[in-house]
């Protein structure tokens, strides 16, 4: 078996230069205006990230499987697939709300590699888990595009776990609604090496994708992404490589966010950023940049912006916590000291909600619990110490977004 699957990986390099020199006129120009050939990927790199093979010819052969509906794609997905997505528009929503209403958690025991998640606003999500050498690409023969989406705003389009090598060509994603949103397009979870190629990112989603817990090496070339709620990607624990070249990023309302592990690189070449993630990028400290093209910029790091981006907590409603789908997981947006007032944004913390079980993590602990909903509509966490949550809605532009807040000792923290 692991033979076969260098062997697959093989194969996808060479598909990979064969879908690259397919769409070489196709792609966005360069912040320079010119075509140059060092913007394209290198599979002479990519191939030397893979153990040579053993002595002895080989036979390459991958049969590629072209789908023209979301229940055949979610069918053929598995390791060392290759499939091809012929052009159109496809509301995975539509089918997989239908068969989990039907089928619910039976249809995920008949597929390994798929799991559909129930989300908090009732939607569902896609999970392709433990899945390794999957190419999934568009058909870019004709003018149509291939455009995945879904109607969810707490699931990703697509999201990825536990998986490894996987390519993404050619497709077009995002949500079916413009505005608030508290889910990224793409997510990544432990997972490595990841090519994007080609690929239209677009909001809403809170960002174009989002990769943690362990996740590393992606590579994203000739990209967009554009118009996302807080900013083209959000990588947090970031492992190994992650290099953007000739990519858009623009239209989002913030910059995103990067936080490495020790050893990761973030760099971009050949890049075009527009005026929000300009001034977030401009004088990063963490990336490298080559031959890149900015907008104006209007905000320095010597002056202190007007204002601050403050939670309007009076426009949170309480909820019970009896009534709500509370499965998910969720991110400190920020901590409040009770007696100074002093606060901090967006904190590494994690809040992961399970079935009736759970755990969180910080930048100095991890700690798993138990849960459940008290009489009153709060929640309570009960490990090594009781936490208590009280849930809120933040109703913005006819959707609700879930708030939690907990106390810890002298502190508030707020999760969404």
Not at 408 to 413: H, I, R, S
Request: hydrophobic fraction near 30%.
């Amino acid at each position: 078996m692991k033979h076969k699957s260098k062997t697959s990986i093989i194969v996808k390099i060479c598909l990979l230069a064969m879908l690259l020199g397919i769409c070489s006129g196709c792609g966005k120009d360069s912040p320079t205006q010119k075509e140059t050939e060092e913007t394209k990927v290198s599979t002479e790199e990519i191939q030397s990230s893979v153990e040579t093979e053993p002595s002895g010819e080989t036979q390459l052969t991958e049969e590629i499987v072209e789908v023209d509906n979301v229940e055949d794609f979610l069918e053929v997905i598995q390791p060392g697939a290759t499939i091809k997505i012929k052009p159109g528009y496809y509301n995975l929503s539509e089918y997989i709300e239908k068969v989990w209403s039907e089928q619910g958690e039976e249809w995920n025991q008949k597929h390994p590699y798929v799991e559909l998640y129930e989300c908090w606003d009732g939607g569902i999500e896609v999970a392709i888990q433990d899945v390794q050498d999957l190419s999934i690409f568009a058909d870019l023969e004709g003018a149509v595009i291939t455009e995945l989406v879904v109607e969810t705003r707490a699931g990703a389009v697509l999201k990825f776990e536990d998986c490894n090598n996987i390519f993404l060509h050619g497709l077009t994603m995002g949500h079916t609604q413009d505005g608030a949103c508290d889910s990224s397009v793409i997510s990544f979870r432990n997972t490595s090496n990841v090519y994007l190629t080609a690929m239209d990112l677009y909001g809403c989603g809170m960002y174009g994708f989002d990769a943690m817990y362990g996740s590393g090496n992606i590579y994203v070339q000739s990209c967009t992404i554009r118009d996302c709620e807080d900013g083209p990607f959000y990588i947090m624990d970031a492992q190994g490589k992650y290099e953007f070249r000739n990519c858009w990023l623009k239209g989002s309302n913030g910059g995103g966010y990067y936080e490495p592990a020790d050893g990761a690189e973030l760099s971009f070449v050949e890049c075009n950023f527009g005026e929000k993630e300009t001034n977030y990028w401009y004088y990063d400290e963490y990336a490298t940049f080559t031959d890149c093209y900015w907008e104006e910029i209007t905000e320095y790091p010597d002056v202190e912006p007007e204002g601050e981006d403050v939670l309007d907590i009076d426009n949170l409603i309480p909820v019970d916590a009896n009534e709500r789908n509370l499965a998910d997981t969720y991110y400190a947006y920020m901590f409040v000291d009770q007696q100074s007032g002093e606060t901090e944004y967006y904190p590494y913390f994690t809040l992961v909600l399970e079935d009736g079980s759970g755990w969180c993590e910080t930048e100095d602990e991890y700690f798993e619990f138990t849960w459940h909903c008290e009489s009153d509509g709060t929640v309570t966490l009960e490990g090594e110490n009781y936490y208590y949550l009280t849930p809120y809605v933040e109703q913005m532009d006819g959707f609700e977004r879930l708030w939690f807040m907990m106390q810890m000792n002298e502190k508030v923290v707020w999760f969404y």
